[in-house]
Structures are given as structure tokens and as C-alpha cells.
């Protein structure tokens, strides 16, 4: 489209500016810019012409709508994407300064380039792009942005759980996924759930000398280490009991499928991940144990000494950061219960081990034989020029398990990230020509819905 072509620098402008904002949803300090890139967004949805834009307030962090429905008798999509973006650190690692955009070659660097404010973007430049030069859009469109995916979307779950008419649709539209290689055009059919948690171990009512006590005192740090090795072995196996029985492994079609991605796995190890070995259950492909097998991470260990030198102490307390990542068909709060229980039944003497649930989410499975799926496979074929590919991710957007579960409507998850956009990490970037292109082909994604 050449109106896109010829607005691609201020598109970029808009980006930067977005991106200046730090709206990091696990930070309770950031709150205010949390609100200043609500704003910020309602701001981009007016611009390109939705109606009724408003923050939705409620228990947390606002909700953006907007929404344009002038087109009867038309499909009606409910556009998805998040304004929060995660913390920076460490950011000594940063070539360039997260909340200071900076274009280096064909990529945008900053903290939520790719996750997902740059996404998010494209959905607003495309519905702009068609509402400047033909005053109406082919379809019936709904926006709804939120604000706190990144620490566990809490708000929008109860808001789409109360099924308000506001945000009746007939798909999804959710711009938060990646590509599974550059050119390569990408639909992601499947998402991991996941439950994550606080583990706390207590030993002793305060540290304890470990020349003294060692020897007779309980250390919560070495309780900690028994209890995660009783749950996972040294092969990746989830030793959990139960944990693993609702499992349901692909069809032998899409393996197949998977098996035909081009995909260089030393190129991946070496160079996208930089690790010495892949690790995993062996018996598994890497896109089964990636998308199909569940896992469990510890993230952080807190307590003890970690000061400079040597301290000799026996910590009263260990504090862990663990996660598992759940599939089709497991339920986080069946996953919680059985975590728990095994941390009990692998709990030391002399010391207590509680798991909290900090937050949890479904995994999502869609069946990709409908037509608003079909349309933007079709779509972005013909943007790219390349057949689309069907994947699934080994990620988590809360939400999108509730779409189905509670709209009974699909998720088409068309995005344009790429695997080395270092989401979550220092150096997160976009590679622009996918911004370029991605409003191009959900535009084009618009028109093939309309035509029906
Ligand atoms: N956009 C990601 C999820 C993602 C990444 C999907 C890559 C597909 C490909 C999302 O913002 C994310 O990071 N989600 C969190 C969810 C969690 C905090 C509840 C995740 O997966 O860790
Ligand atoms: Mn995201
Ligand atoms: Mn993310």
C-alpha cells in the first residue's frame, strides 16, 4: 500500500516515542508510566479514527478499548496487544539505553520493541492506513490493550471472564507471537499455560554461626536444592507425580510439519542461544520438549549470603522463583496442588517448604481449520511471498485460553516478531522491515475477512 510505505518514517517516530515510555507492569514504582502509555495508546487508537476510546479502569492496570462498527452485516475482530514491557535489567548489558530508542541497521532497539508495543503498533497502523484512505474499514473492529500480561494479566482475565457485550467478536487477533525464521510468514496455533510461584524453606528462627550450629542446624539453601532435585532429573524429566498424565502429544501431521521447518539446530544452540548443549528430555524432539512438553524453571534463589568475601552463616531462610509451563491438556490449579505436594513429600527435616501461587494461566491449543485463520495465513502469504507456516510457542499470553474459553471465539495469532528480537532480555529489538510489512499484511487481513 503506498499510504504505508510513505508514512513508514513517523510510524517509526511513533514507535520511538512509545518506547521512550518505561511502563514496566512488575514494578510498582513505574505505575505512573504504566498510565502515561495507556494514554499514550488511546491516543495512537483515536488517531486512527476507533470510536469510544477509553481506559477501562479496574483492580489493575487500565484496559485500553476502542472500536470502529460501521460495517454491518460485516465479521467483527477484537484486536489484542500489551502496553507493559518487562524490566530492563541488567542493563550494563545494553549496547544502548532500553528507554532510549535506537536504530542500528534494519532493527529498533529498546525495551518492547518486539514485545510487544512494536506489535501492538502494527495493529493500530493498519486500521489507521485504511481509515485514511478510505474513510471505512472492511470489518467490524474492537480493540482491547492491556497493561499487565507481563506480571499475569489479571484484569483483563476477570474482564473477559464477566463476557461484557462490549467485546463480543467473532476471532481474536493476537500480535504478541513471533516468526519462526526472517521472510518466514507465522501462524502460532498453540501456547504453553504456566503456573509460577514463591517457594519458601525456613529453617532456623534467625542465621546461625556455621561453625557453631553446622553440623546440627537445618539449611533452608541445602533443603532448597533436595526439594528441586526431587522434582526435576538431571534428563528434564518432571518427576511430580501426576504431572505429566494429561499430556497430550501432537498428531503425527503436525510433528511432521515441524519436523519440516527449516531450522539449524547449531546455528540455534551456538549462535540465538549461546549455550554449550541443549538439554531436555531426550526421548523428545526439540519442538515437542520447546511446544508440547511442560517444564519446570527456577528463575531466582534469594537468602544466605551473597555479599563480597566469605561470611560463615547458615541462612534462616531460602526464598525460589519457579515456574512450570504447562500444555494441552493440564490445569494450572491441578499443577499448583500436585507442586505442592511434592515439595511436602520432598521437604527435608527441620525445615517448613510452601509453594504460593503468584500467578497462573491456561495453556492454549486453536484449531486452525476456520476461516479467520485460513484468511490470515492467506494474507500474509501474499505479503511475504512465502507459503505461511503453522507453529506453536513455547511462551504464555494469559488471555488467550480465556478468548476461547469464555467468548468461545479463536485466536489468530499472526506475529512478527523473530527468535533473536531478545524479548525479555537485554537488547530487545524489532526488525523493521517486519513492522513495515506486518501493517501491510494485517491490512490485506482485513480485506480478505471483509470479502468473507
Ligand atoms: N509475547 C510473550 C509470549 C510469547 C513470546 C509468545 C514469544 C510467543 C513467542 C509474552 O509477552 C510473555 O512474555 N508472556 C509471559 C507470560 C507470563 C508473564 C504470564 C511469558 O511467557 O513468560
Ligand atoms: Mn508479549
Ligand atoms: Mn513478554
Redesign the pocket.
Known amino acids: 500500500m503506498s499510504y504505508t510505505v510513505e508514512n513508514r518514517a513517523r510510524y517509526v517516530e511513533e514507535l520511538k516515542a512509545y518506547l521512550r515510555i518505561p511502563s514496566i507492569s512488575t514494578l510498582s514504582e513505574n505505575k505512573p508510566d504504566i498510565c502515561r502509555a495507556a494514554e499514550f495508546t488511546a491516543a495512537q487508537l483515536r488517531q486512527a479514527g476507533m470510536r469510544n476510546v477509553e481506559l477501562m479502569d479496574g483492580e489493575g492496570n487500565p484496559l485500553v478499548y476502542g472500536e470502529w462498527l460501521d460495517a454491518p452485516g460485516k465479521p467483527t475482530l477484537l484486536f489484542y496487544g500489551?502496553y507493559d514491557v518487562?524490566p530492563p535489567d541488567p542493563l550494563s548489558e545494553w549496547v544502548s539505553p532500553p528507554f532510549e530508542p535506537e536504530i542500528r541497521g534494519e532493527n529498533i532497539y529498546a525495551r518492547g520493541a518486539a514485545?510487544?508495543k512494536g506489535l501492538t503498533l502494527i495493529l493500530v497502523k493498519a486500521v489507521e492506513a485504511l481509515m485514511a484512505t478510505r474513510g471505512k474499514l472492511p470489518v467490524n473492529v474492537k480493540f482491547l490493550i492491556e497493561g499487565e500480561?507481563?506480571?499475569?494479566?489479571e484484569h483483563i482475565s476477570s474482564y473477559v471472564a464477566s463476557k461484557p457485550p462490549r467485546i463480543k467478536a467473532d476471532a481474536a487477533v493476537i500480535c504478541?507471537?513471533?516468526m519462526f525464521a526472517p521472510e518466514l510468514p507465522t501462524l502460532?496455533i498453540g501456547?504453553?499455560g504456566?503456573v509460577?510461584g514463591e517457594l519458601t524453606v525456613k529453617g532456623a528462627k534467625q542465621d546461625l554461626h556455621s561453625g557453631v550450629y553446622g553440623g546440627a542446624a537445618p539449611n533452608p539453601m541445602m533443603a532448597v536444592a533436595e526439594i528441586l532435585t526431587a522434582l526435576k532429573d538431571r534428563d528434564g524429566h518432571i518427576l511430580i507425580p501426576g504431572f505429566t498424565d494429561k499430556v497430550q502429544p501432537p498428531a503425527p501431521a503436525e510433528k511432521e510439519a515441524w519436523a519440516r521447518l527449516p531450522f539449524d539446530e547449531q546455528k540455534y544452540r551456538e549462535e540465538e542461544m549461546g549455550a554449550s548443549a541443549l538439554t531436555g528430555e531426550p526421548e523428545y524432539t526439540l519442538f515437542e520438549r520447546l511446544w508440547a512438553r511442560p517444564t519446570l524453571e527456577v528463575h531466582g534463589i534469594r537468602g544466605g549470603f551473597i555479599g563480597e568475601g566469605a561470611k560463615t552463616v547458615i541462612p534462616a531462610q531460602a526464598v525460589v522463583k519457579l515456574s512450570a509451563r504447562l500444555v494441552a491438556d493440564q490445569e494450572p490449579d491441578e499443577a499448583v496442588k500436585q507442586i505442592q505436594k511434592a515439595v511436602a513429600a520432598a521437604c527435608p527435616r527441620g525445615v517448613t517448604a510452601e509453594f504460593k501461587l503468584l500467578?497462573g494461566?491456561a495453556p492454549s491449543l486453536i484449531n486452525p481449520d476456520n476461516r479467520f485463520i485460513k484468511a490470515a495465513a492467506d494474507a500474509m502469504t501474499e505479503v511475504f511471498g512465502k507459503e505461511t507456516v503453522y507453529v506453536r510457542?513455547?511462551?504464555?499470553?494469559?488471555i488467550t485460553g480465556l478468548f476461547d474459553q469464555h467468548l468461545g471465539i479463536p485466536s489468530v495469532?499472526m506475529?512478527f516478531?523473530l527468535p533473536d528480537d531478545n524479548?525479555?532480555a537485554p537488547n530487545e529489538k524489532l526488525f523493521l522491515p517486519n513492522f513495515y510489512r506486518g501493517i501491510d499484511a494485517v491490512a490485506r487481513y482485513l480485506d480478505i475477512v471483509g470479502e468473507g
Open positions: 500489551h518487562q514485545d510487544d500480561e507481563e506480571s499475569g494479566g504478541d507471537t513471533e502460532c501456547l504453553r504456566i509460577y500467578h494461566a510457542s513455547g511462551g504464555s499470553i494469559p495469532m506475529g516478531g524479548l525479555h
